[in-house]
């Protein structure tokens, strides 16, 4: 029983960064509650295995590949409606319609796309880590990244402007 607890310590004191790193991921923060939930479930089946200083790395592997395995499996079902623009009220303030557009922006890119974005930038790690993490090569990490910003410069030119051009085509 050491070993389940252990993983319940390691649930209460990583619960929230996994959802706010699912929430990336997903683009919804209740889908996040039930990718991370879906992860840790998978973690936990074979718990006495992993290593403790490892661990994250581990969950965060797993979050990563459920992510893009929902996505793959939604591709396959029909497209729902598309849903109109948000109507925001004129006093909203810049930092919310700047979240708002970089969250729809986002959503719109691969789910490969968004998890090289979320750990190269998110998560502040190099190309070999994201590279380990996402269990692919440096170069595919290079390539996707330069995609996914040039894709969020078609999508949100705004945020260029808003960022500055050196912090978007980093």
């Known amino acids: 029983m050491a070993d389940r607890s252990g993983f319940d310590d390691y649930v209460r004191e990583r619960w929230?960064?996994?959802?706010?790193?699912?929430?990336?991921?997903?683009?919804?923060?209740?889908s996040a509650e039930d990718l991370a939930q879906?992860?840790?479930?998978r973690a936990a089946q074979h718990w006495h295995r992993v290593d403790p200083?490892?661990?994250?790395?581990?969950?965060?592997?797993?979050?990563?590949?459920?992510?893009?395995d929902a996505w793959r499996w939604r591709r396959h079902q029909p497209d729902p409606a598309e849903p109109g623009p948000?109507?925001?009220?004129?006093d909203c303030s810049?930092?919310?319609?700047?979240?708002?557009?970089?969250?729809?922006?986002?959503?719109?890119?691969t789910p490969r796309q968004r998890a090289v974005l979320?750990?190269?930038f998110y998560e502040d790690r190099t190309e070999v880590q994201a590279a380990a993490i996402?269990?692919?090569?440096?170069?595919?990490?290079?390539?996707q990244t330069r995609h996914?910003?040039?894709?969020?410069?078609?999508?949100?030119?705004?945020?260029?402007?808003?960022?500055g051009r050196e912090e978007v085509s980093r």
């Open 118 to 120: 979320v750990v190269r």
């Open 53 to 68: 200083a490892t661990a994250d790395a581990y969950v965060r592997r797993i979050l990563y590949t459920r992510s893009v």
């Open 148 to 163: 996914a910003l040039a894709r969020l410069r078609e999508l949100a030119p705004e945020l260029a402007e808003t960022f």
């Open 38 to 41: 879906e992860a840790l479930a």
């Open 16 to 30: 929230q960064p996994l959802v706010r790193t699912a929430a990336l991921l997903t683009g919804d923060r209740h």
């Open 86 to 90: 948000d109507a925001s009220s004129p």
């Open 94 to 109: 810049v930092d919310a319609d700047t979240r708002l557009t970089l969250a729809d922006a986002l959503r719109r890119l």
């Open 134 to 143: 996402l269990d692919c090569s440096v170069n595919t990490v290079k390539s």
